[in-house]
């Protein structure tokens, strides 16, 4: 709210603490001296929620080495080996590939508020939690919003998006490619990405929980702008989030009328501090991007393609156990999401109270449902360094003590079985 909305609302003269506030802060006593604060000891997790995943020891050690400047000679050849180790990742050649520095929420807003100018028209899906979110980002850019509908749990249909298309005209179209709220997958990324170009649309892709996970190709299946969280498949802390666009939208950002509404996320200046120039924008995250780096090296050695086919063959034993134990998931096959399982809550069971006594329990994490799924399923990742054997295992043995614990009819043996027949 501006200041003259404020006043007019309180009156003529600019708020004021209240007395009883005044009162309290006269009252309170000095702080004699500093807090007391014991050591850091987190509890150690074993990481199945929808991220942060577990973090590779490497990445670890990485983000324990010394820190030089952002603008050091050392740090400049490192930043060049991130971009190269992103495109390999995005599968991209596309030169402005970048980690910004923030959450995977930053580089969201990065795509969407540099893309979408003020009087563009967006077109999201309505099928998840994360597309609300682009919708949200878009209106603050000063973009129009239209949708393109479909059931939380299914994936665009891509009739349905041409539908949109001539009913709207849009010039930008986004879609999240691993919807994290509802388990799903959407396939026919190349169909979507060419009904809007035969619209002249750019098409701005969510990537968080598919890069490194599932298979994601940016250059082939068109998609113009790609945004995504470290934490997820590439089992790296947040701090430093993958972003890549193509020629066609960095022409857009760069022949803007008007500067995007966040200087910080403005990509025509971060372009002179990860262009060829260098040049100073801000202070980058320097253990983060040593952690990315070291991420992005590990996904490097293992391969791209080799590291999807792990996680589809980790999270497809996670699934027939599940499915043994006698649970139902909550995506259907064809779109089921492997780095990321949905699994329904059974009747009379508090999704809660089970994720509460895994943690109390198991030191494990899995995480409940968001929005029109709150209460209904449970989320559990398979993700980077957590999609594991052994994760799996001790995952299904503790899940199941948790449903026994309620009353719940669950044969844990069988989905152990399940799980081993699958490995």
């Known amino acids: 709210m501006k200041t003259d909305e404020v006043i007019s609302v309180v009156g003529t003269e600019p708020c004021q603490p209240s007395r ?36 590779h020891p490497r990445v670890l050690k990485a983000m324990s080495t010394p820190l030089v400047g952002h603008l050091d000679p050392s740090f400049i050849d490192i930043m060049n080996e991130v971009q190269e180790l992103l495109r390999y990742t995005f599968r991209t050649d596309n030169q402005w590939t ?20 003020p009087g563009d028209t967006m077109l999201v899906p309505s099928n998840g939690y994360f ?17 393109v509908d479909a059931p939380w749990g299914r994936p665009l249909d891509p009739a349905a998006v041409a539908d949109a298309f001539d009913e709207h005209s849009p010039d930008v179209f986004g879609f999240v490619h691993a919807e994290t709220s509802t388990g799903v997958l959407q396939p026919s990324v ?10 002249d649309a750019l098409v701005i892709a969510d990537t968080v929980t598919s890069i490194g996970g599932v298979e994601l190709r940016v250059d082939e299946w068109g998609v113009d702008v790609a945004y995504a969280g470290p934490q997820k498949c590439l089992s790296c802390p947040p701090g430093a989030s993958p972003l890549t666009l193509n020629d066609d939208a960095m022409d857009k950002v760069l022949s803007r009328e008007e500067d995007p509404r966040s200087w910080y996320l403005d990509i025509s200046l971060l372009e002179g501090y990860w262009g060829e120039e260098r ?35 980790v999270a497809s034993a996670l699934k027939a156990g599940v499915e043994g134990m006698g649970l139902e998931m909550n995506a259907p096959e064809e779109f089921w999401l492997p780095s990321l399982n949905t699994v329904r809550v059974p009747g009379g069971v508090d999704d809660g109270a089970v994720i509460q006594y895994l943690l109390d329990e198991y030191d494990l994490e899995i995480a409940s449902g968001l929005g029109a799924l709150s209460g209904d399923i449970w989320r559990i990742g398979c993700m980077g360094h957590s999609a594991r054997r ?11 003590d948790a449903l026994t614990e309620q009353g719940a009819a669950v044969d844990v043996d069988a989905g152990l079985a399940a799980m081993s027949e699958r490995f």
């Open 279 to 313: 040049a100073y924008h801000h202070t980058a995250p320097i253990t983060n991007v040593y952690a990315l780096r070291e991420a992005l090296r590990l996904v490097a050695e293992e391969g791209i393609e080799s590291r999807w086919d792990r996680h589809r063959r």
């Open 131 to 147: 597309g609300d979110r682009m919708a949200d980002m878009a209106r603050r850019a000063g973009g129009e919003v239209v949708t």
């Open 98 to 117: 970048i980690p910004v520095s923030g959450t995977g929420s930053a580089a969201m807003e990065a795509a969407v508020g540099n893309v979408v100018e």
């Open 190 to 199: 190349s169909e979507l990405t060419d009904i809007a170009h035969e619209n």
């Open 20 to 55: 009883d506030l005044m009162t309290v802060r006269e009252e309170s006593p000095a702080m004699d001296g500093p807090p007391t604060v014991e050591e850091l000891t987190p509890p150690e997790r074993t990481l199945m929620g929808p991220g942060p995943s577990d973090v």
């Open 390 to 400: 052994k994760n799996v295992s001790y995952l299904l043995a503790a899940l199941g």
